[in-house]
């Protein structure tokens, strides 16, 4: 998960911006996870989350030259 920057959103405000340190699903870690599928998170020192927040992760990549 090392490669994957998240954003979290409670109601329309950003709570947190950063890495995500650990992915898993099924107690396993794992590089993604389907678009309806279950997982938990690891967000680099922020546990503030709420129901109803919503998390977006994305994976980093550089472009070619």
Do not use: I, M, Y
Request: charged share 25%; proline share 5%; glycine share 14%.
């Amino acid at each position: 998960a090392g490669d994957l920057d998240a954003q979290g959103d409670a109601g329309g405000e950003v709570v947190f911006e950063g890495p995500c340190t650990s992915l898993r699903q099924h107690k396993e870690d794992v590089a993604a996870v389907p678009r309806s599928g279950e997982c938990g998170v690891v967000l680099d020192a922020f546990s503030g989350w709420q129901e109803g927040d919503v998390v977006q992760c994305v994976r980093r990549s550089r472009a070619a030259p």
